[in-house]
């Protein structure tokens, strides 16, 4: 009987333990949380289905908006104004309710120790968190405009960050002076390239641009702004010039480097005596002709719906 008990004893040994089943993840929907109502969402995350995951967002917001609007009894609800403020957002936005639908099930649940009243404030300032960064006025229609030689900054547009435009000048067709002498033989005359002689002064716009060269300056949404030259040129004047009347004027691409407006200048501080040449054959000119084409794909323009 010796031998049979040593083997059950190794039997008993060598058979590994029974282990719980791990538990299964909680559903996603609405849970009692203490006394009040929480949307836990669902895990976006392990959604390989893009398509999917797309329509959860919106079953997800349509669960959401139910307690929010205080339409599910129990769930902390918002006041209406944020609420649709918040709708829009998120309308928009599609992939941000994911993050919205996480954080609030979180902020739920310590909402039912704590009480709902910070949770209810987080709520309603949800939608301008949300669209904190965001830019809804883009450049996105053609301009033709005009820049006058005696004003300062002008022209000012808005753009978002990434947006695009090609910047259209004429080439030497037009010819101004930042100092008119009063005699227009001896006033020194030039193009949107500026003063060849470049006699800037330190009070200038841009030190390192020469005088009545166009500039171009962005102002961003949340402050500070930068001054530029518009067309930025490699060798003599003469030949930039002579290449871009070939192509009928000069086409510079801008990127906005962020939210904010861009507006056009020329590199002077006075006005007063700047002056547009009249041409004895052609008469006098007005102001410089500028256009604006926004660009949305690999060179192409954007031309409206």
């Known amino acids: 009987m010796r031998p049979l008990l040593i083997v059950a004893c190794l039997a008993l040994i060598a ?9 299964p993840a909680p559903e996603p929907g609405w849970h009692a949380v203490g006394e009040i109502q929480c949307y836990r969402p669902p895990d976006f995350e392990a959604m390989t289905n893009h398509m999917t995951r797309k329509e959860t967002r919106q079953t997800t ?17 918002m006041a209406t104004d944020p609420l649709e403020a918040l709708e829009l957002v998120l309308l928009g936005y599609p992939e941000r ?3 919205f639908a996480g954080d609030a099930y979180t902020r739920c649940n310590a909402a ?13 300032g949800a939608a301008a968190r949300l669209s904190a960064s965001d830019c809804n006025r883009p450049f996105v229609f053609e301009v033709h405009d005009e820049l006058k030689v ?3 900054w002008q022209q000012r547009y ?21 100092y008119d002498t009063g005699d227009q033989e001896t006033t020194r005359w030039h ?14 716009p841009c030190a390192d641009c020469r005088a009545g060269e166009v500039l171009i300056r962005f102002e961003h949404d949340d402050g500070g702004s930068s001054v530029e030259r518009l067309i930025p040129i490699d060798g003599e004047l003469a030949d930039a010039y002579d290449a871009a009347s070939d192509t009928h004027g000069f086409k510079v691409e801008f990127v906005a480097p962020g939210h ?43 031309l409206g719906d």
């Open 15 to 23: 058979c590994p333990k029974k282990t719980a089943p791990p538990e």
């Open 61 to 77: 917001w349509s669960e959401l908006y139910e307690g929010l609007s205080g339409q599910r009894e129990g769930a902390p609800a």
């Open 97 to 99: 309710i994911e993050s």
């Open 112 to 124: 039912a120790d704590a009480g709902t009243d910070a949770y209810v404030a987080w709520l309603n």
């Open 150 to 152: 005696q004003t300062g």
């Open 158 to 178: 808005h753009m978002c960050e990434g947006d695009r435009v090609r910047i259209e000048l004429p080439a030497g067709t037009q010819l101004f002076s930042v």
């Open 191 to 204: 193009g949107v390239l500026g003063d060849p002689a470049n006699p800037v002064t330190p009070e200038v």
């Open 260 to 302: 904010g407006h861009v507006s056009f200048g020329f590199n002077d501080t006075t006005y007063y005596d700047n002056v547009l040449y009249e041409d004895p054959e052609k008469g006098y000119t007005e102001y410089i002709p500028i256009d604006i084409y926004p660009v949305v794909g690999d060179g192409d323009m954007y």
